[in-house]
């Protein structure tokens, strides 16, 4: 062995040289698991890069802080893909006008319904205040609810994570909830799967259905922008 | 790509100095997203590069959550504390949601196709 140690592999480890390719590497084999298990929706790409990304910087030891810096590139590209969902509220305009009331009206009250759900069951078993605030925008897509946390005094990544959450949790649900209350209609499935469950949600909803995903991805679009003006008014009222 | 990328990011700047500028609790990009949309409504959306390259963005949206979900790694402590409390709120809290939003939905509609008479 040297004495003098002749590579610093901890710089290397936390740059964007390493960080970059290796949240690619754990994006497409997670991409790779959801197809070859038959789009098994615990196996969401989003979920399996996570833990594969989180698996290697343990191992590697590289501080996540470190990470994050090396891989700052791919989390600024969230926020443009935000201005880009504009892409499909434009293509869907048509149907909010063929539905303009209920949507708008189931959307009012389905806001704060989840909101008020999330936080008063983590109220009630004790959880703290910053638990509470990062919960709330829980149902919103993770690039709007981020925001939404960071803005109230919540933790951004712990809002990730329980974004993420929700959405598998809608995504299951669904199907045998619609058979439970026997609902048929695409537009009522869609419209809540989006609102509860964004993103993850459309993603199977478009699975189910089109127009089912196509009010999915409407409501998702349409649940973040009420939730991300209202919430932190609703938060500065409370304080 | 390139110019429909850059056209994207300025509605992100744009957001952003709004943001600042008036000092809203909104986040910047939710700001340019409503500035992008207005633009695509008043253009028509006629700019299939500009289409493509957004959508293209969106098709990759999961890899885009990666570095901010591993961030959840920073926060075992809390985890650990109050889990309980979050698996309910996640789980429980979702499923009510979930079934009040079906019901509202359901319930204006069908209100909406039967005539008022109906007892």
Request: aromatic content about 10%; charged content about 10%; overall charge neutral.
């Amino acid at each position: 062995m040297n004495e003098t140690t002749p590579f610093d592999y901890t710089e290397l480890l936390a740059s964007p040289l390493f960080c970059i390719p290796l949240t690619l590497v754990a994006y497409l084999i997670g991409t790779r698991l959801y197809s070859l298990s038959g789009k098994n929706t615990f196996l969401q790409p989003v979920v399996s890069g996570i833990l594969l990304v989180m698996v290697a910087i343990t191992l590697l030891d590289i501080p996540y802080d470190h990470y994050f810096r090396g891989a700052e590139i791919i989390h600024f590209l969230l926020s443009t893909a935000t201005v880009a969902l504009a892409i499909p509220l434009y293509h869907n305009i048509k149907y909010i006008r063929e539905n303009v009331r209920p949507l708008l009206i189931t959307l009012f009250m389905s806001g704060i319904v989840a909101c008020f759900t999330a936080v008063a069951i983590a109220w009630l078993l004790g959880a703290s205040q910053e638990i509470m605030l990062s919960l709330a925008p829980k149902s919103i897509t993770t690039p709007f609810a981020m925001g939404v946390a960071e803005s109230i005094g919540g933790y951004p990544p712990l809002t990730a994570g329980f974004v993420i959450f929700t959405g598998i949790v809608v995504a299951v649900s669904a199907t045998p909830i619609f058979k439970w209350l026997n609902i048929n209609d695409p537009i009522i499935q869609g419209s809540a799967m989006g609102m509860v469950g964004h993103g993850i949600a459309t993603a199977r909803a478009l699975e189910l259905n089109s127009k089912t995903g196509a009010f999915s991805a409407l409501s998702m679009g349409l649940m973040g922008v009420y939730t991300s003006i209202c919430l932190p008014y609703a938060v500065r009222l409370f304080n | 790509m390139l110019p429909s990328l850059t056209v994207i990011i300025g509605f992100q700047l744009a957001g952003a100095f709004v943001q600042q500028f008036l000092s809203l609790p909104i986040p910047g990009a939710v700001i340019g997203m409503i500035l992008f949309f207005i633009y695509l409504c008043i253009t028509g959306g006629k700019n299939d590069n500009l289409m493509a390259t957004g959508s293209q963005l969106l098709s990759h949206l999961p890899l885009l959550f990666i570095p901010a979900g591993v961030g959840i790694l920073a926060y075992t402590s809390e985890l650990k504390e109050h889990g309980i409390a979050i698996l309910a709120s996640l789980i429980i809290g979702s499923l009510i949601a979930f079934i009040i939003t079906l019901f509202i939905f359901k319930k204006l509609t069908s209100n909406a196709n039967q005539p008022d008479s109906k007892p």
